[in-house]
Nanobody
């Protein structure tokens, strides 16, 4: 049973920083795409950043240069460092994992999802 548990969300003023963590349990595949997605009520879910088994990152244009995705394989943890936060970054953030290393921020649906952590950025 694969389980993903996010943490690190919260409220911050514009220009501030947060670091999200996603602890992964029970994942036994040898390859992966792991990603961060966000969603606000009434809007479609948006891919924010993803990373493959070899550490190659992908970013949405809206966060490139401000967010950094990383992974600690020894700790089975995925991170998202968010700097220069803007009010439009406010959303529920979800981490996701899938054994297909190539899907990253493509159209394929990830197989495993966490419950989400709320990020609120005030102006």
């Amino acid at each position: 049973q694969v389980q993903l548990v996010e943490s690190g969300g919260g409220s911050v003023q514009a220009g501030g920083s947060l670091r999200l963590s996603c602890a992964v349990f029970g994942y036994t595949y040898s390859t992966h795409s792991m990603g961060w997605f966000r969603q606000t009520p009434g809007k479609e879910r948006e891919g924010v950043a993803a990373i493959d088994s070899s550490g190659g990152p992908s970013y949405a244009a809206s966060v490139k240069g401000r967010f950094t995705i990383s992974q600690d394989n020894a700790k089975n943890t995925l991170y998202l460092q968010m700097n220069s936060l803007k009010p439009e970054d406010t959303a529920m953030y979800y981490c996701a994992a899938d054994p297909r290393w190539y899907i990253l921020l493509g159209r394929d649906e990830y197989k495993y999802w966490g419950q989400g952590t709320q990020v609120t950025v005030s102006s």
